[in-house]
C-alpha cells in the first residue's frame, strides 16, 4: 500500500500483495477522509509480467454496502465519488484472477485520489498462484488414479503442476495445477477417481506428507515380523537388530533348522507381534 498525503485528503487501508487462484478473488477494504464532499478518483490498472499477453483482471470498486461504484469494463477510468464530511468513507476494492491466468500473472492498481484540499494514492496488487486441491479415489486405489491423472497431464495443456499420493493416506490424492476447473474436467473419466473435495488445501497443511519417514520407525528389536518382500518372502522372523542410518534391521528366521541372521531393509517387513 502507499499512502501519500498532500494538504487536506487522507486514504488509509489494506493494501499489502495478496496471492489469488484462477477463477478466485482478492479483496482490499480503504478509506478516504478530508474536509472536501467529494473526491475524483482516477484508477491505473496494469498486468504483467508480460502486458502484452497477459490476460484481463476484472477489477471493481464497491461501497462499504456492496453497490459497485466502478469496474475497469467501464470505458471512464475516473469516478467521482461523495465524501461525508470529516468523516472516513470506507471503500471495497476487489479483483477476480481470470481462469486462464498464468503462474506468477500479476495485476497492479493505482489510485489517485484527489478533492479540493490535495491528493492522495493507494496501490495494490495481486499475484496468480496455484492451487492445491485434495481429490477423493476408491480406497486402496490412490496409485491407480495418480498414474491415470498423470498420464492425461501430460497430454494438451499443462494445467497440473504435481500430482502427490503419500504413503499411508488412503482414498485421497493432492493435485497442483492453476485452473481449478480444467483440474476437475481431468478427473472426470477417471472411474476410480471420486470428486475434489471443497476449498483449497495449503502447503503448510500437508508438509508433514513431505518429510520422509524412517523406514524402521517403530520397530523395536524382539519385534515379530513377516518379510513382504526378497528371497525370504512370507517367513516370519524376529528382531535382532536395528540400524537407524540405514534403515535396516537384522533378523532371524523363526522355523529355520539353524539360526540364521538376515539383514533387510525396513520396508521389507510388516510387524505382526510387538515385542512385550
Same mark, same amino acid.
Given at each position: 500500500?502507499?499512502?501519500?498525503?498532500?494538504?487536506?485528503?487522507?486514504?488509509?487501508?489494506?493494501?499489502?500483495?495478496? !496471492? %489469488?487462484?484462477?477463477?478466485?478473488?482478492?479483496?482490499?477494504?480503504?478509506?478516504?477522509?478530508?474536509?472536501? +464532499?467529494?473526491?475524483?478518483?482516477?484508477? @491505473?490498472?496494469?498486468?504483467?509480467?508480460?502486458?502484452?499477453?497477459?490476460?484481463?483482471? &476484472?477489477?471493481?470498486?464497491? !461501497? +462499504?454496502?456492496? @453497490?459497485? *461504484?466502478?469496474?475497469?469494463?467501464? =470505458?471512464? +477510468?475516473?469516478?467521482?465519488?461523495?465524501?461525508?464530511? @470529516?468523516?472516513?468513507?470506507?471503500?471495497? *476494492?476487489?479483483?477476480?484472477?481470470?481462469?486462464?491466468?498464468?503462474?506468477?500473472?500479476?495485476? &497492479?492498481?493505482?489510485?489517485?485520489?484527489?478533492?479540493?484540499?490535495?491528493?492522495?494514492?493507494?496501490?495494490?496488487?495481486?499475484?496468480?498462484?496455484? =492451487?492445491?486441491?485434495?481429490?477423493?479415489?476408491?480406497?486402496?486405489?490412490?496409485?491407480?488414479?495418480?498414474?491415470?491423472?498423470?498420464?492425461?497431464?501430460?497430454?494438451?495443456?499443462?494445467?497440473?503442476?504435481?500430482?502427490? =499420493?503419500?504413503?499411508?493416506?488412503?482414498?485421497?490424492?493432492?493435485?497442483?495445477?492453476? &485452473?481449478?476447473?480444467?483440474?476437475?474436467?481431468?478427473?472426470?473419466?477417471?472411474?476410480?477417481?471420486? =470428486?475434489?473435495?471443497?476449498?483449497?488445501?495449503?502447503?503448510?497443511?500437508?508438509?508433514?506428507?513431505?518429510?520422509?519417514?524412517?523406514?524402521?520407525?517403530?520397530?523395536?528389536?524382539?519385534? *515379530?515380523?513377516?518379510?513382504? @518382500?526378497?528371497?525370504?518372502?512370507?517367513?516370519?522372523?524376529?528382531? #535382532?537388530?536395528?540400524? #537407524?542410518?540405514?534403515?535396516?534391521?537384522? %533378523?532371524?528366521?523363526?522355523?529355520?533348522?539353524?539360526?540364521?541372521?538376515?539383514?533387510?531393509?525396513?520396508?521389507? %517387513?510388516?510387524?505382526?507381534?510387538?515385542?512385550?
Amino acid at each position: 500500500m502507499s499512502d501519500l498525503e498532500i494538504g487536506g485528503t487522507r486514504a488509509a487501508g489494506q493494501g499489502d500483495v495478496k !496471492d %489469488v487462484r484462477a477463477g478466485t478473488a482478492a479483496v482490499w477494504t480503504f478509506n478516504i477522509a478530508s474536509g472536501a +464532499s467529494t473526491a475524483v478518483m482516477k484508477f @491505473n490498472v496494469s498486468t504483467g509480467p508480460d502486458e502484452d499477453n497477459a490476460p484481463e483482471w &476484472n477489477v471493481t470498486l464497491f !461501497d +462499504s454496502a456492496g @453497490n459497485e *461504484l466502478w469496474s475497469n469494463y467501464r =470505458s471512464k +477510468s475516473e469516478l467521482e465519488a461523495e465524501i461525508p464530511g @470529516n468523516k472516513p468513507k470506507e471503500f471495497k *476494492l476487489e479483483v477476480i484472477c481470470p481462469k486462464g491466468a498464468r503462474y506468477g500473472d500479476e495485476v &497492479n492498481i493505482d489510485i489517485l485520489i484527489t478533492t479540493k484540499e490535495g491528493t492522495s494514492t493507494q496501490t495494490f496488487n495481486a499475484v496468480a498462484r496455484q =492451487s492445491i486441491m485434495v481429490l477423493k479415489t476408491q480406497m486402496d486405489q490412490e496409485k491407480s488414479v495418480a498414474d491415470s491423472l498423470m498420464s492425461k497431464a501430460q497430454m494438451g495443456e499443462k494445467d497440473i503442476y504435481a500430482i502427490f =499420493s503419500p504413503p499411508g493416506l488412503r482414498g485421497y490424492v493432492f493435485v497442483e495445477g492453476m &485452473n481449478t476447473d480444467r483440474l476437475r474436467e481431468k478427473t472426470r473419466d477417471i472411474k476410480k477417481a471420486r =470428486s475434489f473435495v471443497d476449498g483449497e488445501t495449503d502447503i503448510d497443511e500437508i508438509s508433514h506428507y513431505l518429510i520422509p519417514v524412517s523406514a524402521v520407525i517403530g520397530i523395536v528389536e524382539g519385534d *515379530l515380523v513377516e518379510l513382504v @518382500n526378497g528371497p525370504f518372502k512370507g517367513e516370519i522372523a524376529r528382531v #535382532q537388530n536395528i540400524d #537407524q542410518g540405514k534403515e535396516e534391521i537384522t %533378523v532371524e528366521l523363526i522355523e529355520a533348522m539353524v539360526p540364521i541372521p538376515v539383514t533387510v531393509k525396513g520396508d521389507s %517387513v510388516r510387524v505382526i507381534e510387538k515385542e512385550k
